[in-house]
């Protein structure tokens, strides 16, 4: 990374405000053309440490880099799972969720690094006992369960009228499939949304957090077990 000129360094401290990050390095590029300046050992050690502060910005940078393309790619994660399970065609979602589980690792792995990194800057911070970032039971994770689903009509619901035609009774038996299949449209749908919301939710503010991520991960499976669940229920039904 080339030093900065004087002038240089001026136009940059107005171009750089809005971005905490590229002032510090920018602070650090000067300082180097500075301590360049001094003869002997001072410079030299200058040198050095602002070398390797120079090096711990490159790695939040990348650190940053890594969790903004996580972020993106969840997000198309969650538009694909949704648009598959849709379609009633889950063939490619674990191979989906198998990916969202490592975008998850490779972030976790990321952000331990920026940690270290901080701590070498010494800026980073103990967290609190209530911290948000690690609320308690489920981390704030909304669950499903076949419990929350619609519930499918049972044709012993209500006791059957006599039928005085065949007529009748095939129109009362069509109008009863009609209700069953729209209840298996239904459920499959709150299924569906739930998982979509879950990884877009990761995709968004949770991909940096590993005990959150664990959490939403287990639950994006378990609520993709209870779509497979509804599935074989409606071809049951069908059949």
Same mark, same amino acid.
């Given at each position: ?29 000067? &300082? ?5 300046? *001094? ?8 040198? &050095? ?7 711990? !910005? ?38 989906? *969720? ?22 070498? *800057? ?26 929350? &689903? ?56 949770? !991909? ?19 779509? *497979? ?11």
């Amino acid at each position: 990374m080339d030093d900065l000129t004087d002038d240089a360094w001026q136009g940059a401290q107005e171009e750089l405000e809005s971005n905490p990050l590229e002032t510090a390095r920018t602070h650090v590029r000067a &300082l180097l053309h500075h301590t360049r300046m *001094l003869a002997g050992e001072p410079g030299e050690v200058l040198d &050095l440490a602002l070398r390797a502060t120079q090096r711990a !910005f490159d790695e939040i940078d990348a650190c940053n880099t890594q969790l903004d393309a996580a972020s993106e790619r969840g997000k198309a994660l969650a538009r694909e799972i949704k648009d598959r399970l849709s379609e009633q065609d889950p063939a490619a979602v674990p191979a989906l *969720l198998d990916e969202l589980g490592c975008l998850a690792s490779r972030v976790a792995a990321s952000e331990a690094g920026r940690q270290v990194v901080l701590r070498i *800057l010494g800026t980073d911070e103990e967290p609190e006992a209530d911290d948000a970032r690690t609320p308690p039971d489920n981390h704030g994770v909304p669950k499903l369960t076949a419990a929350d &689903l619609p519930r499918v009509p049972s044709l012993y619901d209500a006791e059957q009228p006599g039928y005085s035609t065949l007529a009748d009774m095939m129109a009362a038996q069509e109008k009863a499939a009609a209700q069953r299949a729209d209840a298996h449209d239904r459920r499959s749908a709150v299924v569906t949304a739930h998982m979509a919301e879950i990884v877009m939710r990761m995709a968004n503010r949770s !991909f940096s957090n590993p005990a959150l991520n664990e959490v939403a991960l287990a639950e994006v499976q378990s609520a993709y077990a209870l779509w *497979l669940a509804c599935a074989d229920e409606r071809r049951r039904d069908d059949g």
